[in-house]
């Protein structure tokens, strides 16, 4: 009796502590440019809301949660043009007030944006570019979207874990796709795989797609891969989507492709299951009617990042945010199989790499028997001994 | 010990003690044959529900249920096992005298994790993809209304009393204390990340809720809503990503508490009083849910990677056998036949 007028008498402070308080009102910015739309396959060209929708989500998560704790989440999303100022569009996100941003933008842009806006938390959702982790990081720049050698280094570490150690290596012309192959170069020498040869493939800027363009392809492909030494597997650098998607199936020896098409590295796919999220893939194609992307996802976990801080430290500011961030206290759960930490050197998330063949996950980096000191996590990507990241200079 | 004389000894063991029943309890037995304790295990993968002997230790049925089993519990009355499948939308009903699947109930989208109410004639069912927890009455087979809760709720648990039920949603980090009387949420308490599954002490002291991301039982005192005290695990040779605390059992004493730590392959005994671990059992792959015999001589824990049940001696803490079932075994319940 005792204990229950107790309860009540504990029900009726919370209660009133509860319609007492003020609403916080938590607002996010997302500054993002146009995703280009030449792919080779339809199915790859990206929605209109491409990564905006998994802020959205991750919005809506958090202010489920937000309503029993007086927060609120809202996102402003702004557009810009190539003519648009991604500094001044910063900019005026700080004057109304917006301490937190998400950002969509090419390397070079988002430096811009990131050094007009020092004051602000920033969370790169777009850009793989491991300059942003390593010589030009920033001590504002939070990347929730995984670096081309944290994505090169999954798939080579699944390529041994195969046997499938001797690489034909397919560059396309394009300076993304060069950094791509630098990546999975890297990734060769580090997990001993072997590159037999490495071909480029010029883009002499045709069209994609033509009406009668695959008769063509047909006998293209062959020839072109034809003179290779003898390979496991080709591994094709193309993000610019000018070749890669051609290979499969086309080459001179019957052999699997890997990188940018056929078995691709990514932070997240549409058919992944595991772990619980297709909670997360039905909420998803509930709200959007479509799928999840790795752009959706890598704004989906910036925003929730955000939200777990607002929610456990009731963090508010930027400072106090980044530190918990770097804290031993914050886990981000993402439906990868186990915490995602943040590495407190250069400020990328830590992350499990997906393999996707397109329509299955095929494996989850890292592989069994790739060891680490501190976290398995770690073998994909620069680690902190190699890292050329100061954060007191940005 | 080798396998094969451990088992023997255990079936000496275990035909003197029914010999000495048997005796005891002639006339009854004669009337009736002795009731036998069946586990049955929900086979994720396998849509399956598999019928475990536990004189026997053998599985002595399977029986084909709906699109991914996952919550499984004996209803009080001990009439049926209810089963959550998850990928059909509803909870069905086994009677268990035939173990056969009679009856569905309306559980709302994707149920996975459900409780009874501690009279047995109502159901709290955890649906994943709404964000709420659905009230089901067993014995019309109809829903009662619905509660708004976090972000994919799982774990469910009614206090020994009966008055207040959790719920632990997996995203929004929270256990919600929900007033079964009003069927309004009274408190909120913020544990770590990915909270499964909650599990009361008998006496209703303390409530226990496992968060699978961080790692971490929270130990919350259920009048205060705060949590007095985290119990954490480290194994020497694991990484700490692969600890991944999810179901719960806690002994009738309330003395020993068991937690399945997933991937890291191992049930955690805790001393309940100091909240300490005392002990580790290795046990198969990805272990998830578990279930005492009636007696609590015996743990059953559903290991899922490796699509077996391990049977813990829970006096000796010991594993004692495994048993293979069907494919990814999820939950487990226990039932007297």
């Not at chain 2, 004389?5 to 029914?18: I, K, N, S, V, Y």
């Not at chain 2, 994943?128 to 809760?149: A, H, P």
């Not at chain 2, 961080?214 to 119990?231: A, L, N």
Request: proline share 4%; aromatic share 6%.
């Amino acid at each position: 009796m005792i204990r229950t007028l107790f309860l009540a008498a504990a029900l009726c402070v919370l209660v009133s502590k509860v319609a007492a308080a003020q609403t916080t009102e938590i607002k996010i910015g997302y500054l993002r440019e146009a995703q280009s739309k030449t792919a080779i396959s339809l199915l790859d060209i990206p929605a209109p809301d491409d990564g905006l929708a998994g802020a959205q989500l991750a919005i809506d998560d958090n202010n489920t949660t937000g309503k029993f704790l007086n927060q609120h989440f809202a996102l402003e999303a702004t557009h810009l043009d190539n003519a648009d100022d991604p500094a001044a569009a910063v900019a005026k996100l700080a004057a109304s007030g917006v301490s937190f941003a998400l950002l969509d933008l090419p390397a070079d842009a988002l430096l811009k944006a990131a050094d007009a806006g020092r004051g602000l938390l920033v969370f790169n959702v777009g850009a793989s570019d491991d300059r942003l982790r390593e010589e030009d990081c920033r001590a504002n720049v939070v990347h929730t979207a995984p670096s081309r050698s944290m994505l090169a280094d999954g798939l080579a570490q699944y390529l041994v874990w195969k046997q499938w150690q001797k690489w034909l290596l397919v560059v396309g012309s394009h300076i993304s796709d060069k950094l791509f192959a630098d990546a999975l170069r890297r990734a060769a020498k580090r997990f001993g795989a072997k590159i037999m040869q490495e071909k480029i493939f010029a883009d002499t800027g045709g069209a994609r797609r033509t009406d009668s363009g695959l008769s063509q392809i047909q006998s293209q492909i062959p020839l072109f891969t034809q003179s290779a030494p003898d390979y496991d597997i080709l591994v094709a650098a193309d993000e610019s989507q000018v070749f890669a998607e051609y290979l499969p199936y086309r080459t001179w020896l019957p052999r699997p492709v890997a990188g940018s098409a056929g078995l691709v590295p990514t932070s997240w796919d549409g058919s992944h299951d595991q772990w619980g999220a297709v909670q997360l893939q039905n909420r998803f194609v509930q709200l959007f009617h479509r799928r999840m992307t790795a752009r959706d996802m890598q704004a989906w976990m910036a925003v929730r990042m955000i939200g777990e801080a607002a929610t456990h430290q009731r963090a508010h500011d930027p400072k106090q945010m980044l530190d918990f961030f770097k804290s031993r206290d914050f886990a981000l759960a993402a439906f990868k199989g186990q915490k995602l930490t943040l590495r407190d050197w250069n400020l990328q998330l830590r992350q499990p790499i997906l393999l996707s063949d397109g329509r299955v996950i095929v494996s989850v980096a890292p592989e069994p028997g790739f060891l680490h000191q501190f976290s398995e996590l770690d073998t994909l990507g620069v680690d902190r001994p190699e890292t050329k990241c100061r954060l007191s200079k940005g | 010990m080798p396998a094969l004389e451990r088992m023997t000894r255990t079936m000496w063991w275990r035909g003197a003690f029914l010999g000495a029943f048997l005796g005891a309890a002639t006339a009854v037995c004669l009337a009736q044959p002795a009731a036998a304790v069946m586990a049955y295990v929900s086979n994720e993968k396998g849509n399956t529900v598999s019928v475990i002997d536990t004189d026997k230790w053998q599985v002595v049925k399977t029986i084909k249920v709906g699109q991914r089993p996952r919550g499984i519990e004996i209803t009080k009355d001990g009439k049926y096992v209810l089963v959550a499948v998850g990928d059909d939308d509803t909870i069905q009903m086994i009677d268990t005298k035939t173990d056969e699947v009679v009856d569905t109930l309306p559980s709302g989208p994707d149920p996975e994790l459900f409780i009874e109410d501690t009279r047995g004639n109502l159901v709290y069912v955890a649906n994943e993809n709404d964000n709420t927890v659905t009230i089901i009455d067993i014995n019309k087979r109809t829903q009662l209304g619905s509660v708004q809760v976090g972000v994919e709720p799982e774990g469910m648990e009614v206090s020994p009393d009966g008055k207040i039920l959790i719920c632990t949603s997996e995203t929004t980090n929270m256990a919600h204390f929900i007033d079964l009387a009003s069927r309004k949420i009274v408190a909120n308490v913020l544990v770590d990340s990915r909270p499964r599954f909650a599990a009361f002490k008998p006496d209703g002291s303390e409530l226990w809720v496992s968060s699978e991301i961080g790692g971490t039982v929270s130990v919350i005192d259920p009048v205060k809503h705060v949590v007095t005290q985290k119990i954490t695990f480290a194994i020497a040779g694991l990484r700490a990503e692969a600890i991944q605390p999810v179901g719960i059992g806690i002994t009738h004493d309330g003395k020993t508490g068991f937690v399945a730590l997933g991937p890291a392959n191992r049930i955690a005994v805790v001393d309940a009083a100091t909240h300490k671990v005392i002990k580790y059992l290795l046990v198969g792959q990805r272990v998830w849910h578990m279930a005492f015999t009636p007696d609590e001589k015996y743990l059953l824990t559903t290991n899922g990677v490796s699509n077996d049940v391990s049977i813990i001696d829970v006096p000796a803490l010991k594993v004692v056998k495994t048993i293979q079932v069907g494919e990814l075994p999820w939950g487990v319940t226990i039932a007297r036949h």
